[in-house]
C-alpha cells in the first residue's frame, strides 16, 4: 500500500503524538462562533503555514464545520509550491501518515474522479514535497476520526477553476457525503520573500493586510473563481490560487451560494500576540466557509 510519510512534522507541527494532540486542543476552540456560518458548509479555505502562525485560523474552521457535519471523505485541494507542477494531481489510494496514525484515502472516490476528467492525473509522487495539504490531516483526524480523504494538488492555471468543476460533478454524481476544502496564504510580504511594494515598515505590512489581501478575499467572498488565479498571478496575493479556484467552483456548483469571512490575521499581528515582537516580513492568513441554507 502506497503510504505518503509526513514531510513537516516537527517542524510546522508537533512531530509526536501527545504533543499533536495537545497543540490541537489548544488551536481548536471547544465553543465556536457559528453565527456567521451558512446552515449547510460545502467547503472552505485554510491557511497551511506553521501551526504557530496559521494554526489558529484552521482550528477555527474545522472547528466550526464539526458543530454541523460529519463528512465520510474530506477532499483537499492543496497548493502547488513546485513550479514544475502543471497539471493537477490526486493521490488516489493508501494512506498518510501524521503522528496521529495513518488516514485512509477514499481510493473509490478518487478512482471515480479520474474516470470523469482528464485534467487530475493519478500521480502520488507529485505530493511527495508539499506539505499544504499535510499540515490540515491532524485537524481532521482529530475532530473527524472516521473521515477518508482525496487529496488533490491543484496548479495555478487557467484551467484550476475546471478541476473543481469536475470533481464536484462527481460528488454529485454519487452523492458523496464530502466536504471539499482548499488551502492558501496570502500575501507574502517583506524583504524575506523579495515582495515590498509599499516599503518595509510598518505602512507596508499593514498594505499587505489591508489592500493586498483584501483584494483576493473580496474576489473569494464574491465566489468569482474564474478570476482568483489572475489576481494571485497580477498581484502576489497568494500561494494557492490554483486550489482556491478550485475549491470555491467546486463549491458553487454543488449549490453554495454564501461565503463568510471567519478569520483574517497574518503572521505578525499572531506572532507580536504571543511576545514575539513586530515583523518585518508577515504572511496573511484566511479561515473562510462556503455554504447553503439547506442539505
Request: hydrophobic share 40%.
Amino acid at each position: 500500500m502506497m503510504v505518503r510519510e509526513p514531510i513537516v512534522a516537527g517542524r510546522f507541527y508537533p512531530g509526536a503524538e501527545d504533543d499533536c494532540r495537545a497543540d490541537l486542543e489548544q488551536r481548536i476552540p471547544t465553543q465556536p462562533d457559528l453565527s456567521a456560518v451558512p446552515g449547510y458548509p460545502v467547503g472552505a479555505i485554510v491557511p497551511h503555514a506553521g501551526w504557530m502562525c496559521s494554526g489558529g485560523v484552521a482550528g477555527g474552521v474545522f472547528a466550526a464545520i464539526a458543530q454541523r457535519r460529519s463528512p465520510s471523505t474530506f477532499v483537499l485541494f492543496g497548493a502547488a509550491h513546485m513550479a514544475a507542477a502543471h497539471t493537477a494531481a490526486i493521490f488516489s489510494e493508501g494512506a498518510w501518515e501524521t503522528p496521529l496514525g495513518r488516514i485512509e484515502v477514499d481510493q473509490r472516490l478518487a478512482e471515480r474522479i479520474c474516470s470523469q476528467t482528464n485534467l487530475i492525473q493519478a500521480d502520488a509522487y507529485a505530493h511527495e514535497t508539499e506539505h499544504s495539504i499535510e499540515v490540515q490531516l491532524p485537524f481532521v483526524q482529530h475532530l473527524f476520526p472516521d473521515a477518508r480523504i482525496v487529496p488533490i494538488v491543484v496548479p495555478p492555471s487557467p484551467a484550476a477553476h475546471e478541476v473543481g468543476q469536475a470533481v464536484a460533478r462527481t460528488v454529485a454524481s454519487y452523492a458523496a457525503d464530502v466536504f471539499l476544502v482548499g488551502s492558501t496564504d496570502l500575501t507574502h510580504y517583506g524583504p524575506q520573500y523579495h515582495f515590498t511594494p509599499e516599503g518595509t515598515g510598518p505602512e507596508g505590512v499593514r498594505w499587505a493586510k489591508e489592500v493586498n489581501d483584501r483584494r483576493l478575499i473580496d474576489l473569494m467572498t464574491e465566489m468569482e473563481f474564474d478570476q482568483i488565479v489572475s489576481e494571485a498571478a497580477a498581484h502576489h496575493n497568494a500561494c494557492g490560487a490554483g486550489a482556491v479556484a478550485a475549491t470555491i467552483a467546486a463549491c458553487k456548483q454543488l449549490g453554495a451560494d454564501q461565503a463568510v469571512v471567519l478569520e483574517h490575521t497574518t503572521s505578525s499581528e499572531v506572532l507580536g500576540g504571543q511576545g514575539v515582537g513586530s515583523m518585518a516580513d508577515s504572511v496573511g492568513y484566511v479561515g473562510m466557509v462556503f455554504g447553503r441554507p439547506t442539505p
